[in-house]
């Protein structure tokens, strides 16, 4: 018998008996139980078994291509204590400081609260209390002297008790008063006229009351729009409180405190926390603080944000004593100096700095997992608008890292495996997802954030293992993606590793993955399109469109010989200078021969001639030593004498080139908008009968029309 056909098949698949009957024994809605004693009672548990180890081979390319490159700092993250009480934040007030307004509010005349029910129902309990006391003192003659003699304690328990710490998280840091002489300040309308007579009161006499109605009026305004308290008549109010209070606070606290220049510290503050003058000032100084914080987080003006911040930077040390305030600032500031620009973010980052230095060290650690997990937020994309606000969160936070180098240490450590680890599995399955993270901005500025870190700390402290590690990731990174689309990925990796071959002293060999890059230069017929707006320091992978136009081509060879120059300048004057250069002048003259553009040929001829004259020199100074090659001391004597002549023919050289290309660039950014611009401009006309160009030039006659043809 024969194959069944294919629609005999498709039938006998649906409607033969054997196959319902396997169909229904395979999807069954209800499963029987295995007994307990049964051996086949853990198949379930063995098929489990066996499909984790079927994927175990595939868990690790996963978690290698899903986990974020900043999950080193997402293990110590905690939520930030907000301040969980129903108070509405206003202080109380004594009742005879009035509010110099002609209309007063009446919103107080609609009847009590339910808040204010309860109070009256406390209070009856009270006076119940009180009355049963009375008589068991009439009763009881010695209960009575019993009282009299612990009176005093008890007074003072009392007070204490009005003035202990009510937590962090709360915001009922209010001073007590008798019922009758508080007034609620909420409701109110704030004018100029009180706001200058509580002015004049606290720079005369430094009035709590006075202190307490302009915290009130300052957190008005930092909340205006936003909630239904005080009210401010004019702008010039709003002005007036906010200008104070961010100008004379911390001088007001200050004196309120007897704080001298020399006790000015976080550790001051720490011990005041338990004397009756920190628990009177502690309500003004969390108030002042507390709105300072939320008008930091609604403004957007440059100019208000960067003098809040430089008036809160003199404030810094009372964070100490309010530790969900201390969060909350770091979150801030952090947020201001990834996202800000300019004045704003570098003021922001010195509030950053000085939380580090005057602030307890986990205020370090949280401060440096914030600015990190930002840093890696607002990296991924870079162009010629943030290119320079990338490299200054770049050095600042590596200037985080430095104030504690021990414990950033640790945490590059930690993040360079797993860099190394998402190479590693790139160079063996060369997935395209893996690659793409590889070749991103964020995965470079990974990398170029701790070369910074090494380069300014290798002097001072042992990092070689952390110096090791990362050369092997750049240099894999730099074979991973041959081709000409890629260059300006291994130029940078190249820079990165000569940063680090200078700031280390140890050679690192660079000149086969520069001269590399000048096959492509060669190859084919460039196209004069010398127009294109290019920028290589804002790319990683190059159009195909641009491949074969002349600016990639010349940019590759300039960008070639700069590189060349910064390495041979770093070992001109090292014993072995003719035996690295020879490769290198081989490669240059074949490439020098090939070439057909007589601009490019001039720099490459005289990179040759500066290489082939140091290398001469060297091998004059080589040839007069008796030393031998293993003698390491008499070898580091033999480079000192790059110091001796700082005016040499090769640093000058190499002087003039990072000159040139600073100015290239510089033009070709200037340039390509002015093309724009020119492009734009409309054609003038001359005369009556012709029109012109944007240069001058004649173009044709205005009024010339093609003649109209004749009706027959």
């Known amino acids: 018998m024969g194959k069944l056909g294919k629609k005999a098949r498709k039938f006998a698949k649906k409607n033969l008996q054997s196959v319902d009957k396997r169909q229904r024994k395979l999807h069954a809605p209800f499963r029987k139980k295995t007994p307990r004693g049964d051996k086949g009672g853990n198949t379930g548990t063995q098929a489990v078994v066996k499909t984790v180890l079927r994927s175990e081979s595939n868990f690790e390319d996963v978690a290698i291509g899903d986990t974020s490159l900043d999950f080193i700092f997402n293990e110590d993250d905690s939520d930030l204590k907000e301040d969980d009480s129903g108070s509405d934040g206003y202080l109380s007030e004594d009742s005879s400081y009035v509010y110099n307004d002609d209309s007063e509010n009446d919103s107080d005349e609609n009847g009590g609260t339910p808040l204010l029910g309860q109070n009256n129902d406390i209070h009856l309990e009270l006076a119940k209390q009180k009355r049963k006391l009375d008589r068991l003192k009439e009763k009881d003659p010695n209960f009575l002297k019993f009282l009299e003699n612990h009176d005093k304690d008890i007074e003072q328990y009392r007070n ?5 710490n009510e937590g962090e998280g709360s915001d009922d840091d209010m001073v007590t008063f008798k019922v009758g002489d508080v007034k609620s300040a909420k409701g109110k309308v704030v004018t100029s006229s009180t706001i200058d007579s509580w002015c004049k009161l606290v720079l005369a006499e430094e009035n709590l009351s006075a202190i307490r109605g302009l915290l009130n009026a300052y957190r008005t305004a930092c909340h205006y729009g936003f909630e239904d308290g005080q009210k401010i008549k004019t702008s010039e109010t709003f002005y007036m409180v906010v200008s104070f209070m961010l100008r004379k606070a911390n001088g ?5 405190l007897d704080l ?11 011990k005041l926390k338990n004397t009756s003058r920190w628990k009177t000032v502690k309500p003004l100084i969390k108030s002042y603080l507390r709105s300072t914080l939320f008008l930091l987080n609604q403004v957007t003006d440059c100019e208000i944000l960067v003098f809040t911040l430089t008036q809160l930077g003199d404030a810094i040390i009372y964070f100490a004593a309010f530790q969900s305030l201390e969060k909350r600032l770091i979150e801030v500031a952090v947020h201001l100096w990834a996202t800000g620009r300019g004045s704003v973010s570098s003021s922001s980052f010195l509030i950053m700095r000085n939380i580090c230095l005057l602030l307890h060290p986990e205020c370090l650690r949280t401060c440096l997992r914030s600015s ?3 840093f890696m937020v607002h990296n991924k994309f870079v162009d010629s608008g943030n290119l320079k606000h990338i490299q200054f969160l770049v050095k600042s936070l590596v200037e985080l890292c430095s104030i504690d180098v021990s414990t950033s240490f640790s945490k ?11 190479m590693q599995h790139g160079l063996k399955t060369k997935k395209k997802e893996l690659l793409k993270k590889i070749s991103s901005w964020q995965y470079m500025n990974c990398i170029g954030l701790w070369v910074e870190f090494i380069s300014m700390n290798i002097k001072d402290h042992d990092l070689q293992t952390l110096l090791y590690l990362i050369i092997q990731v750049i240099n894999g990174v730099a074979h991973l993606f041959p081709g000409s689309r890629y260059f300006p990925l291994r ?35 460039p196209d004069a399109r010398s127009e294109i707006a290019f920028d290589i320091s804002v790319l990683l992978k190059v159009p195909k469109q641009w491949l074969k136009s002349q600016v990639f081509h010349e940019e590759i060879v300039l960008s070639v010989i700069e590189l060349l120059s910064a390495h041979f300048s770093q070992w001109s004057y090292h014993i072995s200078f003719p035996d690295l250069a020879t490769i290198s002048l081989i490669r240059l003259r074949i490439f020098h021969e090939k070439i057909t553009s007589e601009s490019l040929r001039r720099p490459v001829k005289r990179l040759i001639d500066q290489v082939q004259q140091n290398t001469e020199f060297v091998q004059k100074k080589r040839e007069e030593v008796a030393f031998s090659l293993n003698d390491q001391n008499s070898v580091e004597s033999f480079f000192q004498l790059k110091t001796s002549s700082k005016s040499d023919p090769f640093t000058q050289y190499y002087a003039s080139v990072i000159e040139k290309s600073q100015s290239r660039h510089v033009e070709r950014n200037i340039s390509a908008p002015e093309r724009k611009k020119s492009r734009k401009q409309p054609r003038k006309v001359c005369d009556a009968g012709t029109v012109s160009d944007s240069n001058g030039a004649r173009v044709g006659r205005s009024d010339e029309r093609k003649p109209k043809k004749q009706k027959t």
Do not use: H, W
């Open 412 to 422: 590059a450590l930690v993040s360079v495996q797993q860099l190394a680890k998402i």
């Open 252 to 256: 007001i606290f200050q004196r309120l």
């Open 491 to 525: 130029r940078k990796c190249v820079q990165m590793l000569s940063q680090l071959s200078n700031s280390s002293g140890i050679f690192i060999p660079i000149t086969s993955l520069v001269l590399d890059s000048l096959e492509y230069a060669g190859s084919g017929k």
């Open 260 to 270: 001298s220049t020399s006790t000015y510290k976080s550790a001051t503050i720490l």
């Open 160 to 164: 204490e008790e009005s003035y202990s």
């Open 372 to 374: 990190f997990k930002a």
